[in-house]
């Protein structure tokens, strides 16, 4: 559905992928110590414990932190989440119009945004969370490749 959007509406199609998600996402809102890894940290005692601050992949609660993270600064941006689909955003114009669509995977999205409203659309979510990749109409999303064709359909 993202891409018929996309291609029917001649949006920009954009791939991002975030680099160490958990880390992005908000405060553990506990306490919680750990050990440090073998060998030790430079400058830090070797029996000197570690505060957790973030979600550590294999903590219950990260993925949800990091979600809750990524949709509030979606939200910065404009985009409203889907009631039906909770993995995807519209953007909408003053006047209501669709201006950009969004889904996600985990980490990874894949948008289509007026070209217009390009350079505007992702502003917070792009200064707020560490993008390992952000492509434009020719990329891999979820291990398929997907390419603008030279007739401005999707292939």
């Excluded at 955003?89 to 003053?94: E, G, N, V």
Aim: aromatic share 10%; proline share 3%.
């Amino acid at each position: 559905m993202v891409l018929l959007v996309i291609v029917s509406m001649v949006m920009v199609m954009s791939c991002g992928d975030i680099k160490n998600a958990y880390f992005s996402g908000r405060g553990i809102g506990r306490e919680i110590y750990i050990s440090q890894p073998r060998g030790g940290l430079k400058g830090l005692h070797p029996r000197q414990l570690l505060r957790v601050k973030k979600a550590i992949y294999g903590f219950a609660e990260a993925a949800r932190l990091f979600w809750l993270a990524f949709c509030e600064v979606l939200e910065k941006d404009g985009w409203v989440q889907s009631v039906l689909e909770p993995a995807l955003f519209y953007l909408r114009d003053r006047a209501g119009a669709l201006i950009g669509i969004l889904c996600t995977h985990v980490d990874d999205l894949l948008a289509g945004v007026l070209k217009k409203y390009e350079d505007t659309a992702f502003r917070c979510t792009r200064q707020k969370l560490n993008f390992s990749k952000w492509l434009k109409e020719d990329f891999v999303f979820r291990g398929r490749e997907i390419q603008r064709l030279p007739n401005g359909d999707v292939g």
